[in-house]
């Protein structure tokens, strides 16, 4: 193990917590499926990573998002959202807020801009960091606004206005997959000798993996999916009466996603700003995430929706005039200006989140024309 990645006394505690509840499981039903595994690493409801943790997105946290970057992230969206606004109706539905800082930012935004909004909705589930995001909201929104925030516990009907996700695909339990031999296989998680071990089974004849390119994939390939894609992508047909949905992720299209190079999957496991692939460490201590098959949302999403465009995130912050953003800086304040520059440089730069991040939108029953998509907009890619 990495010397960095050793756990507090707290910390080990409660991950051998979450260790003993899913070996019980495994005695008790036999292997259980990856996508399981990662149900219960990622939100157990008292052990798993998104509750037990409330420190994540910071510098003594596991890693960092766009928005806990920098506010220009946010600041960025504006103008796009305000002519969903004028079209549809002025709210934004936010799924998997986090600590809340996009809509922090957002929401200030905003207010200097005197930009009118009805609701801000929330829907985020995990307990801790509701209450880190409700902490910090009333402590930066004025009461006016903070009042207009709607905490969800279930998505609402007949929804009008801005669906928004930030690195929510890529945190959906995924099932693991081998391809071999012609045939594929579903690795299970068992235990050996007290440790988690990989074990493999056929799959139905018949499964579905909603037309993945499975034929095309070379002999011992290894990939996820998620069976939460179909389910989400409904969850949001049965909300959105009218208005767009942005989706903004780690990932691929298809092709790239799948590419031979990339034969051992896409999970990647994060802990203390450091990356390695062992779902089985630090069990509850650690993120874990895949990357995100554009190709398929918008498979899924095409049956209801209309795209308005696949950018890399540089591109889409490009295109909606994140650089003019800087000139609200004093260049001779010497040490905000080059703050604000080295944000910039991790939000757009390709070696850092710019081109590996993707912006997916749709709108439904609205002519849009978005400025995050007027340049390099590669649906075709779809
Ligand atoms: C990778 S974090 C991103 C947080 C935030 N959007 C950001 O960009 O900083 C994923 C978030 O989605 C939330 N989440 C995951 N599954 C969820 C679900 N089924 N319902 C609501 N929130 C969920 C997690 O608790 C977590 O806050």
């Known amino acids: 193990m990495k010397k960095n990645l050793t756990l507090s006394e707290e910390e080990k505690k409660s991950s051998d917590k979450l260790k003993q509840i899913i070996h019980s499981e495994i005695k008790l039903e036999g292997p259980i499926s990856f996508s399981r595994f990662m149900q219960l690493a990622l939100y157990h409801p008292e052990f798993g990573y998104y509750q037990a943790k409330s420190n994540i997105f910071s510098q003594d946290g596991d890693y960092t998002t766009s928005p806990n970057i920098s506010s220009m992230f946010a600041e960025v969206f504006v103008n796009d959202f305000e002519k969903i606004f004028e079209l549809s109706g002025k709210n934004i539905l936010e799924l998997g807020a986090g600590n809340g800082n ?59 206005g801005v669906i928004f996700m930030n690195e929510f695909f890529d945190a959906l339990p995924v099932g693991v997959y081998l391809k071999k031999d012609k045939k594929v296989f579903e690795k299970y998680v068992d235990i050996k000798n007290d440790h988690f071990v990989w074990v493999e089974k056929s799959i139905e004849e018949n499964y579905q993996f909603n037309n993945l390119p499975i034929d095309k994939l070379p002999n011992d390939y290894t990939f996820e999916y998620s069976e939460g894609y179909e389910l989400w992508v409904e969850q949001i047909r049965k909300t959105l009466a009218q208005g767009a949905i942005f989706i903004i992720d780690y990932g691929f299209h298809e092709q790239e996603l799948f590419h031979p190079d990339r034969s051992s999957g896409t999970m990647m496991c994060y802990s203390k700003h450091q990356s390695h692939f062992d779902p089985f460490l630090n069990i509850g201590q650690q993120d874990i995430s895949c990357h995100v098959n554009f190709s ?4 899924l999403m095409d049956k209801n929706f209309q795209i308005e465009g696949f950018v890399s995130q540089a591109n889409y912050l490009i295109n909606a005039n994140i650089l003019e953003l800087l000139n609200a800086f004093d260049p001779e304040d010497d040490v905000v200006y080059r703050k604000k520059v080295s944000e910039l440089n991790i939000l757009i730069s390709p ?7 993707k912006v997916l939108a749709f709108s439904k029953d609205i002519n849009l024309q978005l400025e995050g998509f007027s340049k390099n907009d590669r649906s075709h890619t779809l």
């Not at 070696?351 to 991040?357: C, F, T």
């Open 102 to 160: 996009f809509c922090t930012s957002i929401l200030k935004c905003f207010d200097s801009r005197k930009i009118d909004f009805e609701h801000y909705y929330i829907f985020e589930s995990s307990a801790s960091l509701i209450h880190v995001a409700k902490t910090q909201l009333k402590k930066k929104l004025s009461p006016k606004d903070y009042s207009k925030i709607i905490w969800l516990e279930e998505l609402p009907s007949c929804f009008r």
């Open 296 to 299: 398929l949302l918008k498979r």
């Open 351 to 357: 070696a850092e989140m710019g081109d590996i991040i």
